[in-house]
């Protein structure tokens, strides 16, 4: 599956933006979806992930309660809506997918994950 996230932009402090990642080249159902950021020099950071029909989701406590993740099967897309946006906020947002076993549907360690899309820059200004 390829993956391709957008929607990235600078934007003030508690604002909300909305990052898209679109997939394509085999079904998308098939595949759990997780949202990753990066900073420059720092370890990439789990911050959401969506299971393959979309009925469950999890987030770390930095992000919990500003953030939302949903996807459409349909039209192959999963989104991140970001609300409340904090100048730590800033980073490069990575989408990422796999199919994962039995009901698992996401890890927090990136290098659990065989697909990727390319990242999207979020600046949130002070």
């Known amino acids: 599956v390829q993956l391709q996230a957008s929607g990235g932009g600078l934007v003030q402090a508690g604002d909300s933006l909305r990052l898209s990642c679109a997939a394509s080249?085999?079904?998308?159902?098939?595949?759990?979806v997780a949202w990753f950021r990066q900073i420059s020099g720092k370890e990439r950071e789990f911050v959401a992930a969506?299971?393959?029909?979309?009925?469950?989701?999890h987030y770390p406590d930095s992000v919990k309660g500003r953030f939302i993740v949903s996807r459409d099967n349909y039209k192959n897309t999963v989104s991140l809506e970001m609300n409340s946006l904090k100048p730590e906020d800033t980073a490069v947002y990575y989408c990422?997918?796999?199919?994962?076993?039995?009901?698992?549907?996401?890890?927090?360690?990136?290098?659990?994950?065989?697909?990727w899309g390319q990242g999207t820059q979020v600046t949130v200004s002070s």
């Open positions: 990422a997918a796999d199919q994962f076993q039995g009901s698992t549907y996401y890890s927090p360690d990136g290098r659990e994950y065989h697909y």
């Open positions: 969506i299971s393959r029909s979309g009925r469950a989701s």
């Open positions: 080249g085999r079904p998308f159902s098939a595949y759990a």
